[in-house]
């Protein structure tokens, strides 16, 4: 989700997907490269808050945390989004180079907190697995750079996939 520069080769779907949301809105990205719902909360919360958003988009689980500590930050993030008048929207971690889910456990805990706290979401876990399942391993390697970083490409195909789920939950949350 992050951003990356260019000349890197990284690149997040963050970056690519603007174009895909509706025309009135505007992106601030604030995704941090390696974060987990516990360091992002600790480190890099206060700015987002100070934005004013009117939703915020969520998604963490490629770097391991513990399950109930990450749980514990996402929900209060969630929380504290609200009380801004924001309306929080999870995206479930993307499957990896493997054809996987990188971190299931993580994968539950995202779910398990948008059920809970009733906070729309984007299952790019299932999205991607449906994706990656048929493709060639050549295929795949256009996509990755490495295990779960992708490439431009990659990139935009990732946020091909989230963007109807992203423009869905803003729809029905005006």
Do not use: C
């Amino acid at each position: 989700m992050a951003e990356y520069l260019v000349e890197g080769g990284i690149r997040g779907w963050g970056q690519e997907i603007p174009p895909l949301l509706q025309a009135e809105l505007i992106v601030a990205n604030r995704a941090v490269p390696g974060a987990t719902a516990e360091s992002f909360k600790a480190d890099s919360w206060s700015d987002v808050k100070r934005l004013g958003a009117r939703w915020i988009v969520f998604q963490f689980g490629h770097n391991p945390g513990a399950t109930d500590r990450e749980s514990k930050a996402l929900s209060a993030m969630i929380q504290e989004a609200r009380h801004l008048g924001a309306i929080p929207i999870l995206v479930a971690p993307m499957a990896g180079r493997d054809k996987a889910l990188l971190l299931p456990p993580l994968d539950s805990t995202v779910r398990s907190v948008a059920t809970a706290m009733d906070v729309p979401l984007v299952r790019l876990d299932s999205l991607s697995l449906v994706r990656w399942t048929p493709m060639s391993q050549d295929s795949i390697r256009m996509i990755f750079l490495d295990y779960i970083h992708l490439t431009p490409l990659g990139a935009k195909l990732v946020a091909s996939l989230i963007a109807p789920g992203l423009n869905d939950a803003i729809e029905d949350n005006p």
